[in-house]
């Protein structure tokens, strides 16, 4: 059986992150919406800063976000049919909204994962029906997962 193979990096040292740990979460996604086990994909979590100067280039927006995906398995990428993206999370963002929201920085930073996979498969959140659609997903997926994990594991023990 071929296993998906996630690569998660920590470009953000301010915020110290269990990758092992992420990578596995992102896999339980990944099965959870039913997606092919061979699947390729790449999570990058970055500074408000870093994620504030891609979001202007790519959305045309000069403000920090949540989350960036970019959707690139195509053959003309160069890419293998089973890479399926590229999720941006801004780590900065995780921590100040987990304050807002009163959620953990754990379930922050999963929810931006599920999110980010969500948008790499069709699902969108431009209008008010489609981010009511896509909110639903996200919070059965997060429910789910934090019946299965401790998603305080998140951040990295040190």
Known sequence: MERSNIR???HNRSRGLNERFIRSVAASILKMIKRPAATELEIVFLSDDRIRGLNKKY???DRSTDVLSFKLGE???GRPDSFIGE???SSDTAARNSKIFGSTFGE???LYVIHGILHLFGYDDTD???RARMSEK???ILRELCRKED???VSMQR
């Open 8 to 10: 998660v990096t920590n």
């Open 59 to 61: 959305a045309g927006s």
């Open 75 to 77: 053959k003309e990428f």
């Open 87 to 89: 999720i941006l999370i």
């Open 108 to 110: 922050e930073i999963v």
């Open 128 to 130: 008010a029906r489609s």
């Open 138 to 140: 996200e919070n059965g």
């Open 151 to 153: 998603l305080s594991k």
